[in-house]
């Protein structure tokens, strides 16, 4: 949630130092990090909460409703909903057939009537009270009674992006459409037919800009010189990877297909692309057209931006209420099973801990306590946020795996005091407990990669990170 605090500063400086008018909107799957199911009350939707507040005081236009939003329900939006926040959603619908949402919003801004509609993707799993409408059975009837009202129509979508391009291909009217789609990061305005697609990396990396500038027509004019230049570049680098890529397939025997497959398809997307620009500005040159620009920004969200104090206050009002909340669900654990003393509760860790590494390997043992990482749980016990389940994957011993897979993470409220680190197992990871019984036969990791130290060491957690450089400070001597 640290970026809260850092996008509404950015919201509100931009606001007053502009002038401009401004539409602040997110195509949903909002509140929650992953698909599975969020028990009420749970630290995720305690944070869940701490969203909506924040999004409420940076004054959002619209929040299309995501599948993700879902996670906890349907009561938490109603409530929110019913406290003025701005959700809609055009095709989900409750257990008797209504729309629990809007299904778009009407507002003027800069002199313009503003359609903002909103659709909802697939949900994550199967639902009694909910269910989504296919956009083909609510699109075309709410296009055709809103286009004749609006200046601009804008979707706000959480569907797959082969769907948004189809339905920018069928409805000439939709100008804009932001994605909210997981699995895609930020992805620069692409001009489908008559609308500009586009969405921000998810999880407050990034905050979008997308600045518009009214010309003689709606017609989408792409910056010329900025936008032909960042085509050709790209299809100069595709054509070589396709080069590459068909060398590789001569001679591993026709086994790298399906990567030439996935080139062949970018390349022709980017021809068609640069097809379509050189003709449209052929044809402006011709008519004399002034069309209507955009300029599009993605602006990191960096540790060393300011913070807005309102936001940043719910930010630490969440953040407490989900350590007394993680520390209330310990005691009941402790009071019911009595002392636990395995890493997940029930059962025996699979790791050992660093004060067994260091029976055998006692140079690197000392090493390693004068690091940063033998603090890493310290430091959030001084910031009080020992009890964060979104920090402690991130402080605590556990190997890659366990952090990719993210489930059962209550199990690090209950840690022994051996795991309370980022030990020697989060880094040299394999068969502890039998490399500890048997070193020659089950080996353990010596070097880990970058991607082990980039789960944590990204975004607004560590901003400026240097693999190469770090290495040199964390790693054990030989011997």
């Not at 509609?117 to 994550?124: E, P, Q």
């Not at 970018?266 to 500005?281: D, G, I, P, Y």
Request: contains cysteine; positive net charge; hydrophobic residues 30%.
């Amino acid at each position: 949630m640290g970026g809260l605090s850092k996008k509404a500063h950015l919201i509100k400086s931009r606001k007053a130092s502009t002038g401009a008018s401004h539409l602040l909107l997110d195509g949903g799957n909002l509140l929650f990090k992953k698909t599975a199911p969020a028990a009420s009350p749970s630290q995720p939707v305690i944070q869940a909460n701490g969203i909506i507040e924040a999004y409420q005081v940076m004054g959002y236009d619209a929040v299309a409703v995501g599948p993700r939003d879902l996670n906890s329900g349907l009561d938490l939006l109603i409530r929110s909903r019913d406290n003025d926040f701005p959700w809609i959603s055009a095709n989900l619908t409750d257990s008797d057939g209504n729309t629990p949402f809007p299904s778009h919003f009407m507002v003027n801004k800069g002199g313009l009537r503003i359609a903002i509609i909103g659709l909802t993707g697939t949900l994550n799993s199967d639902s009694k009270e909910l269910s989504v409408n296919p956009w083909q059975s609510v699109l075309p009837g709410l296009i055709e009674d809103i286009s004749s009202r609006c200046d601009l129509i804008i979707l706000l979508s959480s569907l797959k992006v082969e769907d948004n391009k189809i339905i920018a291909n069928r409805f000439d009217q939709i100008n804009i459409i932001f994605g909210s789609d997981p699995a895609r990061g930020n992805n620069r305005p692409q001009l489908i037919n008559s609308s500009l697609l586009t969405q921000t990396s998810s999880r407050g990396k990034y905050q979008g800009l997308l600045e518009i500038f009214p010309g003689q027509s709606q017609q989408w004019v792409q910056p010329a010189t900025t936008e032909l230049s960042k085509l050709q570049n790209r299809l100069g680098a595709l054509n070589w990877q396709l080069k590459r890529a068909r060398k590789r397939q001569t001679n591993s025997n026709g086994k790298n297909s399906e990567a030439i497959k996935r080139i062949e398809q970018n390349r022709t997307e980017v021809m068609n692309s640069l097809a379509s620009l050189e003709k449209q500005l052929k044809e402006e040159a011709a008519q004399g057209v002034s069309g209507t620009r955009f300029k599009n920004t993605f602006i990191g969200l960096k540790r060393t931006l300011a913070d807005d104090r309102q936001v940043e206050t719910i930010v630490y009002e969440t953040k407490k209420e989900v350590a007394e909340f993680n520390h209330s669900q310990k005691e009941k654990r402790q009071n019911k099973s009595g002392a636990v003393n395995s890493a997940n509760g029930l059962q025996p860790s699979p790791l050992v801990g660093f004060s067994a590494c260091g029976e055998c390997h006692e140079n690197q043992s000392k090493f390693w306590q004068a690091t940063s990482h033998a603090r890493a749980y310290e430091t959030l016990k001084e910031k009080k946020q020992a009890l964060n389940l979104d920090c402690l994957p991130c402080h605590v011993t556990m190997t890659p795996a366990q952090v990719n897979n993210g489930q059962n993470l209550e199990q690090l409220l209950h840690l022994p005091p051996e795991l309370q680190t980022i030990g020697c197992e989060s880094c040299h990871y394999g068969p502890s407990r039998d490399h500890t019984k048997d070193p020659e036969r089950f080996k353990m990791v010596r070097r880990s990669g970058k991607a082990v130290c980039v789960r944590c060491h990204q975004g607004e957690r560590d901003d400026d990170f240097s693999y190469e450089e770090k290495l040199e400070l964390i790693s054990c001597p030989a011997g």
